[in-house]
């Protein structure tokens, strides 16, 4: 039996269908893998002694979900439909743009999908993510669906939720539409136009304008480079310099590379503001990384571009 895990961009409305095409089904929406969340959730919404009992047990992992999942339902005929919402959170992001999973995550992912083949019942798993991700020890089973374009209710709803497309925003109304045109329900192309419509002097009009005349599949990489053409050309090598760094770095690691004459601090903020410098924000500090999606294009900016 294979395990269906479908990759979905955030659009957790989009279940419903499937939820209600298998019978006697019982989501379990969980965001982050914890081997102890994992056995709490399952025991909070067990009423069968014998699942308990098993859920219990001192069984390793695998052979304690395979076991539930055979013998500890709630009835016969119940399936379980594991949701791993916004799987953000179990992932490390890399440089090149690729996601590797955190190792904490692994081999609770790993025992939740062997225990469902070795059950040989349909129960199911969906990870909504953005980021696609490898497993190499069971990736033969994964299939993998990416939405199309949003429209309707599902792209009202992603609009409200970005601050330059909400209701109320301060955006000018014309230059909201347009971004929208432009974006053609593409959720990460507009993500990233609202956080381009927020900066100040950035040519909006004109950069909107060469991304429209791109064809839909290219419309990203057109408009990392307007922008990226549009920036200093310090501000550029300082994002050329960063490539060096195989996976995100605090600001002072960037620091290092570039010369006393660079305004580094201001550099990383507008290129941070503009989507062309990702950060990941922990407790400790704020790790930055450049887009993979600029990598071609720095290559050549930082061989072809002279800078003092």
């Given at each position: 039996m294979s395990v269906k895990i479908v990759f979905y961009l955030k659009m957790m409305s989009r279940l419903r269908s499937l939820v209600k095409a298998i019978k006697s089904s019982l989501l379990h929406y969980l965001r982050q893998l914890d081997e102890d969340k994992l056995l709490r959730q399952l025991a909070e919404e067990c009423l069968s002694a014998t699942g308990q009992e098993i859920l219990q047990s001192n069984?390793?992992?695998?052979q304690k979900l395979t076991k539930f999942l055979r013998e500890g339902l709630n009835e016969q005929a119940q399936r379980l439909i594991f949701v791993l919402d916004d799987f953000k959170a179990n992932l490390e992001?890399?440089?090149?743009?690729?996601a590797v999973l955190k190792p904490e995550?692994?081999?609770?992912l790993i025992?939740?999908?062997?225990?469902?083949?070795?059950?040989?019942?349909?129960h199911r798993i969906i990870i909504t993510s953005r980021y696609d991700f490898l497993l190499p020890e069971l990736n033969q089973r994964f299939h993998r669906e990416q939405l199309a374009a949003l429209s309707g209710t599902d792209l009202q709803k992603k609009c409200n939720r970005l601050v330059s497309f909400a209701p109320g925003s301060e955006i000018d109304r014309e230059l909201q539409l347009k971004a929208l045109v432009t974006s053609a329900g593409n959720p990460r192309l507009l993500e990233w136009l609202n956080k381009v419509l927020k900066v100040q002097q950035v040519g909006k009009i004109q950069i909107l304008e060469q991304v429209e005349k791109t064809t839909q599949e290219f419309r990203e990489s057109i408009l990392a480079e307007e922008l990226l053409n549009r920036q200093p050309i310090k501000l550029q090598r300082m994002l050329g310099f960063s490539l060096v760094y195989k996976l995100?770095?605090?600001?002072?690691?960037?620091?290092?590379?570039?010369?006393?004459?660079?305004d580094v601090n201001s550099y990383i903020s507008r290129a941070v503001a503009l989507g062309l410098l990702e950060c990941i924000h922990s407790q400790e500090e704020t790790l930055y990384y450049v887009s993979r999606i600029l990598?071609?294009?720095?290559?050549?900016?930082?061989?072809?571009k002279p800078c003092l």
């Open positions: 069984l390793p992992l695998t992001l890399r440089t090149d743009g690729s995550a692994v081999a609770v025992s939740l999908l062997k225990a469902i083949t070795q059950s040989r019942l349909p995100p770095v605090p600001q002072s690691a960037i620091e290092v590379l570039c010369p006393k004459t660079f990598k071609p294009l720095l290559h050549l900016i930082y061989l072809s």
